[in-house]
């Protein structure tokens, strides 16, 4: 039985030496010239606005969550097309009331416009998006 924890314990061992070994090797072998472009920080393309320490919107949290949710529970419709026809009528109600109550989940979050990205009036908004206004809808 403690052989079995010396085999796992032996490459534990061996994957951090090869990991250490790596890491020391590129940083011997890798070319460092640091200029200002390289330590800037990068936006996609775009010109670094403001400090990287602002708290974000809790919107794009809520968006991510509600992909989530939505996402996960769609997967359970692949099983159940998989083996739908030896489930019968009941498999069959039970995944339309499943597919009834994510529909109303739907019809929720949007009716909460909680699936707008860019919510217009923010009383804090600075920078490129200060002139936005509800009337530009």
């Not at 403001?50 to 419709?77: H, K, M, P, T």
Request: charged share 25%.
């Amino acid at each position: 039985m403690y052989r079995d924890f010396g085999t796992v314990f032996l490459f534990v061992i061996i994957g951090a030496v090869l990991l250490t070994a790596a890491l020391l090797l590129a940083k011997i072998l890798a070319p460092s010239k640091p200029s200002k472009n390289k330590l800037d920080t990068y936006e996609c393309g775009e010109e670094a606005e403001g400090s990287a320490w602002v708290q974000f919107n809790i919107r794009y949290y809520v968006i991510a969550l509600i992909f989530i949710i939505f996402d996960v529970e769609v997967l359970f419709l692949f099983p159940w097309a998989v083996v739908y026809k030896e489930l019968g009528w009941l498999a069959f109600v039970e995944m339309a009331i499943f597919l009834i109550i994510l529909i109303f989940g739907l019809v929720y979050v949007w009716k909460k416009r909680d699936l707008d990205w860019v919510k217009y009036r923010v009383k804090y908004g600075k920078g490129r998006y200060q002139k936005l206004s509800g009337e530009e809808r």
